[in-house]
């Protein structure tokens, strides 16, 4: 549950700090403060779980994972394989408190979250599940090298991009170059801000780093996340940086050889595969 456009915010929107990403307007100032409530508001009702779970004598004898889908929520940060788009957060909470405090720097992927909890109930981890616990008696012990992200439908667009990060750098492949970054998603039309955005790219006026989310994508990308955490400078034709770009390209390529791709089929074959090569879902048995 969210708060609603009429419910007062939480956070001050002349005091929100404005990405380099974004025109420094009233109406993204809004948004941006609109985000930091909702997040206020989900974290009360994550205390008011555990406290169901205290009130039912189950909160020492459970762990509680909390993370989420995806990252930012604003234009150009939700459906993007970028830093702001998929670096999520997770917290894990042992009975007891146990290993209260502790932090880890390693990478983690979505796919690792089935064996860990498989791992930590004790269950044998099947060996065609693509994640690796991190946590109980099945964790890994070589740490994760790199995560990789995909990027294709998005309600009425679609968009065919790869990703692979390491603890450092991010690499991207786009398959469909002739395309900008920015996809015209009639949800996010709702966002006060977007309006603000297209009025001022409409005139011009937009910031120059606002401006490049419009440009048409080069085929690769390569991003340094630590030195440059909103990813606006484009490595990948840099000599000082071919060595990284090499190796995650080839990461890129062991990946997609060993588990495969299915962005490049088009959906309607999907779609006919799934319904056993017909051109409607298959009917199913009444008792």
Do not use: C
Request: aromatic letters at 10%.
């Amino acid at each position: 549950m969210v708060a609603l456009r009429k419910d007062p915010l939480l956070d001050d929107p002349t005091r929100v700090s404005v990405p380099p990403i974004f025109p420094d307007t009233t109406a993204v100032r809004g948004d941006i403060a609109r985000m930091h409530t909702n997040i206020a508001l989900m974290d009360r009702q994550v205390g008011e779980l555990i406290q169901i779970l205290k009130d039912d004598g189950l909160y020492d004898n459970t762990i509680i994972f909390f993370f989420a889908d995806n990252g930012g929520n604003l234009p150009w940060m939700k459906r993007e394989v970028l830093e702001r788009g998929t670096h999520v957060p997770l917290i894990v909470r042992y009975p007891g408190g146990q290993h209260a405090g502790t932090r880890r720097d390693e990478l983690v992927s979505g796919v690792d979250l089935a064996p860990t909890v498989l791992s930590l109930a004790g269950v044998s981890v099947p060996g065609y599940m693509q994640g690796q616990a991190f946590l109980g008696e099945q964790r890994a012990s070589i740490p994760r090298r790199y995560v990789f992200a995909a990027r294709d439908r998005m309600d009425t667009e679609y968009d065919r991009v790869r990703m692979v990060r390491d603890q450092r750098y991010r690499y991207l492949y786009n398959y469909m170059p002739e395309l900008p970054y920015y996809q015209d998603l009639k949800f996010r039309m709702m966002l006060p801000m977007m309006r603000d955005i297209l009025k001022l790219r409409g005139e011009g006026k937009l910031p120059p780093a606002a401006a490049s989310w419009f440009k048409n994508k080069p085929v690769e990308e390569l991003y340094d996340a630590e030195q440059d955490p909103w990813e606006l400078h484009n490595l990948a034709d840099d000599p000082r940086y071919q060595g990284k770009l090499e190796e995650l390209r080839q990461a890129f390529h062991a990946w997609t050889a060993r588990y495969g791709d299915m962005g490049g089929v088009p959906e309607r074959d999907m779609l006919r595969q799934m319904w056993l090569g017909g051109n409607a879902p298959p009917a199913t048995a009444t008792p």
